[in-house]
């Protein structure tokens, strides 16, 4: 099961008094990006561990056993020594951004690939979707994200403007509990995370490769050039944290 990360300190900071970057002028401006040769490096500024970093590259592309075509995300999560490699996969449809499995489950019936929609590509203030119900108990348990727009959003990497900031929120029978942040914004996509009243969880980009267009810096750890060692198949790290199978985060 998979689902959506991360951030660092002394980046040069962009104002938001910038003019627009060329590239920016030609993007679309959908809240995402989705492109063979992304990357993102995620770093945690407000941590007791600001070493610690993750990385996403979107290195490729291939179909789901139902011939469905979906992005190849190779995810690291690593701080100087080991490095860990975790794959997930992801599309686009119906105008939302997805994470899936590449096979069908056996135990979802209701939603085989266990799809999760992460993202909208025009999302509008206050509305909100369901992005999966639990495994276990899909009737009571379900999981919804609502998206609130910012002005600005300063991260290692730059000072974004209109921020998409989702609030994920649990409703349990009828009760609702808001527990985490996701930051999208026009252009870049994913550009954090942080769980609500959490100041030491916020992870952000310290550096981004967008349609071959940098922004940033990329930080090099030791482990870059060591072998990247596997989670075990029950542990995922996801845009919004780790999480065992089965598990909200």
């Not at 959506?4 to 300190?9: K, V």
């Not at 627009?20 to 809240?31: A, G, L, M, Q, R």
């Not at 040769?37 to 590259?57: A, K, T």
């Not at 999966?132 to 974004?160: C, G, I, Q, W």
């Amino acid at each position: 099961m998979k689902t959506i990360l991360f951030a660092s300190l002394f980046i040069i900071f962009i104002s938001c008094s910038s003019p627009v970057e060329p590239f920016e002028d030609s993007y679309p401006t959908e809240y995402f990006s989705l492109n063979v040769g992304d990357v993102r490096q995620f770093s945690r500024p407000n941590s007791d561990h600001p070493e610690i970093y993750s990385l996403w590259i979107i290195s490729g592309k291939t179909q789901r056993s139902d011939g469905v075509e979906v992005f190849i995300c190779d995810t690291y999560f690593y701080s100087k020594n080991p490095r860990y490699k975790q794959t997930f996969y992801y599309l686009v449809r119906d105008g939302y951004y997805y994470s899936t499995e590449l096979e069908k489950t056996n135990y979802i019936r209701y939603n085989p690939y266990f799809e999760q929609k992460l993202g909208k590509l025009y999302p509008k203030e206050g509305e909100r979707w369901l992005q999966f119900s639990e495994v276990m108990f899909p009737d009571t348990f379900k999981y919804y994200l609502t998206p609130h727009f910012l002005k600005e959003f300063s991260t290692p990497a730059r000072n974004f403007k209109d921020v998409c900031q989702l609030t994920s929120s649990t409703v349990v029978s009828n009760q609702k509990n808001e527990d985490s942040y996701i930051y999208y914004t026009k252009y870049y996509g994913h550009i954090g995370y942080s769980m609500i009243n959490v100041s030491s969880s916020l992870f952000v980009v310290n550096y981004m490769k967008i349609k071959g267009y940098e922004i940033g810096k990329y930080v090099k750890m030791p482990s870059d050039n060591g072998t990247s060692q596997n989670f075990d198949q029950k542990t995922f790290i996801t845009p919004f944290g780790i999480k065992l199978q089965g598990e909200k985060l």
